[in-house]
C-alpha cells in the first residue's frame, strides 16, 4: 500500500482544467452568437411594427410623415419629431389618434434606428450584428450610429436586398 499514490498530478489536473476552458469557451461563442441573432430578430420586428404604424399614418394623412434628422416628424400638433422609446401619436382636429404607445429603440443603447421619407415612400433603417443574415446589406451608406453604417433596409415594398 505505501506504493500507492494518491490524488492527482499538477499534469492532470491542469489537462482537466484546459478542457473545461475550451468547452466553456465555445459555450461562450455560441451564446454571444445567439444574442447577436435575438436583437436582429427584435430590429426586424420592430421596423415592421414601425412601417405597420407609418400605413395607418399614411391612410390617415394622405402620406408618410416627414423625417428629420433620422427621426419621425409626426406626433403632436403641430407635428413634430418622435422621439424613439416614447409615444408615436397625433392630435388631428381635436382627437388623438395613437399609432403605437412606444415607438420601439434599438436593443443596444449605442446604435440608433433611422427614418427617412419623401411624403411617398420611406426608409426604416437599422444596423444588424450578424453579417451572415440574409438581409444584412453592406452597400447603405445611411449612419445609424456616428460611424455606423446601417446594415438593414425597411420600406413601404418590404425588406430591401442587395
Given at each position: 500500500?505505501?506504493?500507492?499514490?494518491?490524488?492527482?498530478?499538477?499534469?492532470?489536473?491542469?489537462?482537466?482544467?484546459?478542457?473545461?476552458?475550451?468547452?466553456?469557451?465555445?459555450?461562450?461563442?455560441?451564446?454571444?452568437?445567439?444574442?447577436?441573432?435575438?436583437?436582429?430578430?427584435?430590429?426586424?420586428?420592430?421596423?415592421?411594427?414601425?412601417?405597420?404604424?407609418?400605413?395607418?399614418?399614411?391612410?390617415?394623412?394622405?402620406?408618410?410623415?416627414?423625417?428629420?434628422?433620422?427621426?419621425?416628424?409626426?406626433?403632436?400638433?403641430?407635428?413634430?419629431?418622435?422621439?424613439?422609446?416614447?409615444?408615436?401619436?397625433?392630435?388631428?382636429?381635436?382627437?388623438?389618434?395613437?399609432?403605437?404607445?412606444?415607438?420601439?429603440?434599438?436593443?443596444?443603447?449605442?446604435?440608433?434606428?433611422?427614418?427617412?421619407?419623401?411624403?411617398?415612400?420611406?426608409?426604416?433603417?437599422?444596423?444588424?450584428?450578424?453579417?451572415?443574415?440574409?438581409?444584412?446589406?453592406?452597400?447603405?451608406?445611411?449612419?445609424?450610429?456616428?460611424?455606423?453604417?446601417?446594415?438593414?433596409?425597411?420600406?413601404?415594398?418590404?425588406?430591401?436586398?442587395e
Amino acid at each position: 500500500m505505501n506504493g500507492m499514490r494518491k490524488g492527482f498530478t499538477l499534469l492532470e489536473i491542469m489537462v482537466a482544467v484546459a478542457i473545461m476552458l475550451i468547452i466553456s469557451g465555445l459555450s461562450l461563442a455560441g451564446y454571444v452568437f445567439s444574442m447577436q441573432k435575438s436583437r436582429d430578430a427584435k430590429r426586424k420586428g420592430d421596423l415592421s411594427q414601425i412601417a405597420r404604424a407609418l400605413e395607418v399614418f399614411n391612410e390617415d394623412f394622405g402620406e408618410y410623415p416627414a423625417g428629420s434628422g433620422g427621426k419621425i416628424k409626426g406626433c403632436g400638433n403641430p407635428l413634430d419629431v418622435c422621439v424613439w422609446g416614447e409615444e408615436f401619436s397625433t392630435d388631428i382636429q381635436g382627437t388623438e389618434q395613437m399609432y403605437m404607445s412606444k415607438l420601439p429603440s434599438d436593443p443596444k443603447s449605442s446604435l440608433n434606428y433611422y427614418y427617412e421619407s419623401d411624403g411617398e415612400s420611406f426608409g426604416l433603417y437599422a444596423v444588424l450584428e450578424n453579417n451572415k443574415d440574409k438581409d444584412y446589406r453592406t452597400s447603405l451608406t445611411q449612419e445609424c450610429a456616428s460611424g455606423v453604417n446601417c446594415t438593414y433596409k425597411l420600406t413601404e415594398y418590404g425588406v430591401e436586398v442587395e
